[in-house]
């Protein structure tokens, strides 16, 4: 424990922080499409009041993992869990739905390696990275094979 105390009331706190304080920060994440940097400064978020709570200062020495002396799950994994939940809603809904067949449609075109006029020219920079990019990351698998 290296001379940290930990408070009586943590679990209560952290329980409360789960509700109110993961549930605002996460408002609507299953939508994202997050940067590196986004995603270190939502960790960097979630491991600075699980310090917090558990009343360990920065000068202290605390070589175990904070999750686990807490409990608590990754926020990028909370998100990655968000929208492969999602996409299963989307996948189960009807043939007919918009969302649906608009989902269909990114899925075949990533598919096939959508190739659009000749005439047309790729913006300058980084190619954006898309929600279907990031749900086929999380999993490892070509999003053709998700939606089958």
Known sequence: MSGVVVNSACPRKLRICNCCILALLLYGS??????????????????????????????DFVNDDVSAR???????SIISQRRHALFGH????????PARKVLHMAVQMQHQSFRPDITWLRPPGRPRSTWLQQLTDDIGISANRLWD
């Open 70 to 76: 807490t409990g608590l799950t990754d926020v990028h």
């Open 30 to 59: 299953e939508g994202w499409t997050i940067l590196k940097a986004d995603r270190q400064k939502l960790q960097s978020f979630n491991l600075r009041y699980q310090l917090r709570i558990l009343g360990i200062r920065w000068f």
């Open 90 to 97: 989307i996948r189960r809904l009807p043939p007919d739905t």
